[in-house]
């Protein structure tokens, strides 16, 4: 059975990558629950001025980034164009 997400979609993702070592070490399912959180405009473990920064950042075009931990305890970001032609999922070294 397909689930539906409840959540409205907040950011429009375009193209979506993953870089080689985050395919490595982040588990899959880990990175599709975070693309949808990331979609909906939950930016995971980011300090509120981040959280703040990216809010404006839907309303005047500019990049929006999310960190999240996967459930073997990696660290990786989603980040997402100014232009929202593109998302790609990494880790922090990748950057």
């Known amino acids: 059975m397909y689930a539906v997400s409840k959540k409205p979609r907040k950011v429009q ?4 990558f993953v870089t080689p070592r985050a395919l490595k070490k982040v588990d899959p399912l880990d990175v599709l629950r975070a693309i949808k959180r ?11 001025h981040d959280r703040k920064a990216n809010d404006m950042a839907l309303e005047c075009g500019r990049r929006v ?3 999240y931990k996967s459930s073997n305890g990696t660290t990786f970001w989603i980040i997402t164009e100014y232009d929202r032609s593109a998302t790609t999922v990494m880790l922090p070294n990748d950057y």
């Open 38 to 48: 990331h979609e909906s405009g939950d930016w995971g473990n980011l300090k509120q």
């Open 13 to 16: 993702l375009g193209r979506i």
């Open 65 to 67: 980034l999310s960190r």
